[in-house]
């Protein structure tokens, strides 16, 4: 996940803070009756699959967009059971707690709701008997963005979900698949979602997740859109435009999508996705959010489609680094707790440091800017104080506390690890003259630790850099992340025979060394441009 920029993704760590100011919440006293599940049409669908539809219900000039969900679940057994139904407190990708049972209205089963009973606020208990499945039906309200994404948001001729703020889930059955059927306003067109198709074309859509995670982490997308899409590798890419779309098409985001997948592709290999669709939210609120087979950009109208490109890359990185090559606390997810980590410092700030790569690659940036550009990260962290006080390690480890998203302490989880990205980056290089850097850590961790296996744990990512550079890497690693040392930034870039300057006043620049030896030109060849 990422801020959008306030006028360039090239100037990115001048950025304002942008407004994520709270909708302003209609509740609407609806009365919404009991009804059977919808039973979509599938193959091979288990028994216990659990069943929701969504229903947005357009705003009106006297009435804030509504929500309608409900949920059939199968019940087992031959007594009465209760079950328990939970709103998620976070969003993953989204490092604040942000409690989403707060819009959740009108919780009511066929009984009615005066047995539902709440033991705590983002709880509900719900009686259940074994003749047939339990539906619960439940109301959303508008809900505030995240800092990174919207949340729930109808408007008179669209709507918006992430499927955290909007999706309950069954305690205890998070693993059980999931069928999702959505009901399409008159009038409306799509929707748009990463869950793949069910099994056959049905009335209303229908869409099918492995799992809650799986559905948590699909954006949808229903009613007004600009479409455009290209296939690579065999396969398909969309981008779905909406919000402030008047004159704007998609043509020009499309081919920012191709040239950044192109250069992700070439850098990792191959593509970890189905396919991928990414949301552009024009004029929307928030930044952007990555998901597996997605991303959710916040962007302007008026900003030129190029300008896309290293925000882009940011969000199309995460695919591997975070959805994939990710630390045991994030995945899968308990959904009550944050999960707490020393490593995203790794899942963030190195992600920021590959997309500046894939930017050049990709021939959004040139050389020139791509060095300028590392040049302001450079001198914004020398002006950060809390560099001196505060490690990558525990900036990761308490940015719940934060509340930002961002780090904690005054350090940006960001910047930090885009820096010690850049000095791990060259410092392979210069030990194995070329050859292993970045790229090749990067791929490694894919093959130990992405989906079904396990995340990689706590202490995974120093192990990863010793098995690649040998055990010097072992204290080299630990002066970046564990102390409070100032990064070794300026003899990192002397491997890659360029020279970091200071005018004295916390401005740095980035240059070539006139007397730069062959072995640098082939490490700064490697690592600009790959192998």
């Not at 049972?101 to 089963?109: F, Q």
């Not at 033991?119 to 508008?142: F, K, Q, R």
């Not at 680094?321 to 308990?334: H, S, T």
């Not at 004295?504 to 441009?529: F, H, M, Q």
Request: glycine share 8%.
């Amino acid at each position: 996940m990422r801020r959008i920029p306030a006028t360039s993704c090239l100037d990115k760590n001048r950025r304002p803070q942008r407004s994520v100011a709270a909708a302003t919440l209609c509740v609407a006293a609806i009365l919404v009756t009991a009804a059977c599940a919808v039973q979509p049409p599938s193959v091979a669908l288990r028994t216990s699959t659990i069943r929701y539809t969504l229903e947005p219900i357009p705003a009106t000039a006297d009435r804030e967009g509504l929500t309608r969900v409900r949920i059939s679940v199968p019940v087992s057994g031959e007594a009465p059971t209760a079950l328990r139904l939970r709103m998620p407190v976070w969003t993953p990708g989204e490092y604040r707690v942000q409690n989403h049972a707060r819009y959740v209205r009108r919780v009511r089963t066929a009984e009615g709701s005066d047995a539902i009973q709440r033991p705590d606020p983002h709880t509900w208990v719900i009686p259940a008997y074994p003749s047939a499945p339990c539906t619960v039906e439940y109301e959303l309200v508008n809900a505030p963005p995240g800092v990174f994404t919207e949340n729930v948001d109808v408007r008179s001729r669209r709507a918006f979900y992430n499927g955290a703020a909007t999706f309950m889930y069954v305690d205890g059955r998070k693993d059980e698949p999931a069928v999702l059927s959505i009901t399409v306003p008159r009038g409306w067109t799509g929707p748009i979602t990463t869950l793949r198709a069910a099994a056959s074309s049905t009335e209303p859509p229908a869409f099918a997740a492995a799992d809650y995670d799986e559905l948590a982490d699909a954006p949808i997308l229903v009613g007004e859109a600009n479409v455009g899409s290209f296939d690579l590798g065999g396969k398909s890419h969309t981008v779905a435009m909406f919000g402030q779309t008047r004159g704007t098409t998609p043509a020009p985001y499309v081919a920012t999508l191709q040239s950044v997948a192109r250069a992700a592709q070439a850098y990792m290999e191959s593509l970890p996705y189905p396919s991928y669709t990414l949301f552009l939210d024009m004029g929307g609120r928030g930044g952007g959010l990555e998901h597996a087979n997605g991303a959710r950009i916040a962007w302007q109208p008026w900003m030129d489609s190029r300008q896309l490109g290293r925000f882009l890359a940011h969000e199309y990185f995460h695919l591997w680094n975070v959805k994939r090559i990710r630390p045991e606390a994030l995945g899968p997810f308990d959904y009550q707790k944050p999960p707490r980590t020393r490593n995203l410092w790794f899942c963030e700030g190195v992600t920021e440091y590959v997309a500046g790569l894939l930017a050049l690659r990709a021939r959004i940036l040139d050389e020139r800017t791509y060095l300028n550009d590392l040049a302001r990260s450079i001198t914004t962290l020398a002006n950060t104080p809390a560099r001196k006080r505060i490690t990558a390690e525990e900036a990761s480890l308490r940015i719940w506390e934060d509340g930002r998203s961002t780090g904690y302490g005054g350090l940006s989880v960001y910047l930090k690890g885009e820096m010690i990205g850049l000095c791990l980056d060259l410092e392979l290089l210069r030990i194995t003259d070329g050859r292993f850097g970045m790229r090749e850590l990067m791929r490694d961790l894919m093959e130990r630790h992405a989906p079904p296996r396990p995340g990689y744990p706590e202490d995974g990512l120093r192990q990863a850099v010793v098995r690649a550079g040998g055990p010097s890497m072992g204290p080299y690693y630990d002066r970046l992340c564990r102390t409070t040392d100032e990064l070794p930034i300026a003899e990192a870039l002397r491997a890659a025979g360029l020279r970091l300057t200071g005018d004295g006043y916390g401005d740095y620049g980035i240059s070539a060394e006139p007397e730069a030896a062959p072995s640098t030109r082939r490490v700064r060849e490697s690592w600009l441009y790959g192998r």
